[in-house]
């Protein structure tokens, strides 16, 4: 096995304070450059404001992006299952359209509710990331109260309760408290 000489192979090797070439960190030799492994993240450079910002306005218009995508898909996903429903339907007699009805409106309003979710975390992503001015707070702040008062008239839409009321579970027969309670 060949020896490496800090001169001839590693012509880049700076010498220390006292003049002694380096053998810590030396650079590789031409040949072996493209083996070379990829910097450490103290040489990468810190991202300027510029490339920060467009780096947030892409994050948030994908997300933007899955949003309506989860909207269209739950909206299509609804539908197609209100169409088995409603076949089925046809074979049941004694089944009324009113509760396939109701489902469809549950799952358009599932589908709208996990769309807004996405939209409004693009949204706060866009807005606090990029520009965090009063101005854009407020406007900000008035997109989630809208998008908020959104989702709970769909909750309270698609369940018949508010979303801070809760279920009661249903009593139990014949039990008169805990059990092995005299």
Known sequence: MPRLRLGADFPHAQPDSVGRPLARAPRLPRRLAGLAPVASAAHV????????????????????LTGIAVMVAGGLAALAAFLVRLARRRRQPGVGFEPTYRD????????????????VAADIIGTVAVAPTFANLGVLALIVAIRTFL?????????????????????????SGPAGAA
């Open 45 to 64: 450079p810190a991202m300027d404001r510029a490339t920060s910002v467009a780096l947030a306005e892409a994050l948030a218009r994908g997300i933007e």
């Open 151 to 175: 989702s709970f008239s769909l909750e309270l839409e698609i369940s018949g309760r508010w979303p801070w009321q809760h279920v009661s579970p249903p009593a139990s027969r014949g039990a």
């Open 104 to 119: 469809l409106r549950a799952d358009l309003g599932r589908a709208i509710l996990l769309g807004l979710e996405f939209l």
